[in-house]
């Protein structure tokens, strides 16, 4: 009986033992109620509780990544999209994440998602596309100040995913082409304006130094004769061409007219024939007249 009793009291103490030695690991901290009040906060390594009266609630004190799932929100300008979220945050008070609040990942996975609807929709399309950084922060400015009360902080909110609409993605890819166009042509409005405003200080070189001109003449016929053309063709400028043309009109107009004046008339100037001698009076030609 002694035997069976010093056992049973041995096992009784192992079993208290085991029940009043708790181990909380470095990344927690464990709150500490007795009789269902807090008493403490245990720090890692070994704590000692007194079973059936105390018990130690460990919190985890590791930046907890949550995602916030796709919400259908309208924009500002009425344009449906689908948007999901992530969301990182971790307990600075463990007292206050066990005491203040029931389930602290459930809470701040509904307010997240309100909040994301929340903000998007007072945001367009466009800056919802384009000002992430700024949504992000106001999301993450005004979770703050629900979870400090839960003795949470929220260290980052990032919009992970946008969907939109595909009529909508089909207009914008329209006027994404729109613009490249419009961007083309006024780049191709801005050489054509520097091609001509060079050309004009060109022109003007070469009116000040006319050797410039025909310098330029024989290097585009050494150009031209690089590639062993048969056929080549000198530029010149149009009006001295047309010039050189009239001049040259003008000179065989005036030799014409020169010979024309100085040649006399043809029938005038044929000679008499030979041998003959004139005879009023005797229609008969010179060569049939015979002596009587």
């Given at each position: 009986?002694?035997?069976?009793v010093v056992v049973v009291v041995v096992?009784?103490?192992?079993?208290?033992?085991?029940?009043?030695?708790?181990?909380?690991?470095?990344?927690?901290?464990?709150?500490?109620?007795?009789?269902?009040?807090?008493?403490?906060?245990?720090?890692?390594?070994?704590?000692?509780?007194?079973?059936?009266?105390?018990?130690?609630?460990?919190?985890?004190?590791?930046?907890?990544?949550?995602?916030?799932?796709?919400?259908?929100?309208?924009?500002?300008?009425?344009?449906?999209?689908?948007?999901?979220?992530?969301?990182?945050?971790?307990?600075?008070?463990?007292?206050?994440?066990?005491?203040?609040?029931?389930?602290?990942?459930?809470?701040?996975d509904q307010i997240a998602q309100t909040?994301?609807?929340?903000?998007?929709?007072?945001?367009?399309?466009?800056?919802?596309?384009?000002?992430?950084?700024?949504?992000?922060?106001?999301?993450?400015?005004?979770?703050?100040?629900?979870?400090?009360?839960?003795?949470?902080?929220?260290?980052?909110?990032?919009?992970?995913?946008?969907?939109?609409?595909?009529?909508?993605?089909?207009?914008?890819?329209?006027?994404a082409e729109a613009e490249r166009e419009?961007?083309?042509?006024?780049?191709?409005?801005?050489?054509?304006?520097?091609?001509?405003?060079?050309?004009?200080?060109?022109?003007?070189?070469?009116?000040?130094?006319?050797?410039?001109?025909?310098?330029?003449?024989?290097?585009?016929?050494?150009?031209?004769?690089?590639?062993?053309?048969?056929?080549?063709?000198?530029?010149?400028?149009?009006?001295?061409?047309?010039?050189?043309?009239?001049?040259?009109?003008?000179?065989?107009?005036?030799?014409?007219?020169?010979?024309?004046?100085?040649?006399?008339?043809?029938?005038?100037?044929?000679?008499?024939?030979?041998?003959?001698?004139?005879?009023?009076?005797?229609?008969?030609?010179?060569?049939?007249?015979?002596?009587?």
């Amino acid at each position: 009986m002694v035997i069976a009793v010093v056992v049973v009291v041995v096992i009784v103490v192992l079993i208290g033992l085991s029940r009043s030695v708790r181990v909380v690991t470095q990344y927690e901290k464990g709150v500490l109620f007795r009789l269902g009040k807090v008493v403490g906060v245990k720090e890692p390594g070994l704590a000692l509780i007194i079973p059936v009266i105390d018990r130690l609630t460990k919190v985890s004190l590791r930046i907890i990544t949550m995602p916030i799932q796709s919400q259908g929100i309208i924009t500002r300008d009425n344009v449906s999209v689908d948007i999901s979220a992530v969301a990182y945050f971790r307990v600075i008070d463990a007292v206050k994440s066990v005491v203040a609040i029931e389930n602290v990942n459930a809470a701040i996975d509904q307010i997240a998602q309100t909040t994301l609807r929340k903000v998007v929709g007072q945001h367009t399309l466009d800056e919802a596309l384009s000002e992430t950084d700024v949504i992000n922060a106001n999301i993450r400015e005004i979770l703050d100040v629900a979870t400090l009360e839960w003795g949470v902080e929220v260290t980052l909110v990032e919009l992970k995913d946008i969907q939109l609409p595909e009529s909508m993605k089909r207009a914008m890819a329209r006027q994404a082409e729109a613009e490249r166009e419009k961007r083309a042509k006024i780049i191709a409005a801005e050489g054509e304006s520097m091609a001509a405003a060079a050309l004009g200080d060109a022109s003007d070189t070469m009116m000040a130094h006319p050797l410039a001109l025909q310098l330029r003449n024989l290097q585009t016929l050494v150009d031209l004769g690089v590639d062993k053309n048969s056929t080549v063709v000198f530029p010149a400028p149009l009006m001295s061409a047309i010039g050189e043309l009239g001049a040259f009109l003008a000179r065989e107009s005036a030799a014409a007219a020169s010979m024309t004046t100085a040649s006399p008339d043809p029938e005038s100037a044929r000679p008499a024939p030979t041998g003959s001698a004139p005879n009023s009076g005797d229609p008969r030609p010179a060569g049939d007249q015979t002596a009587v």
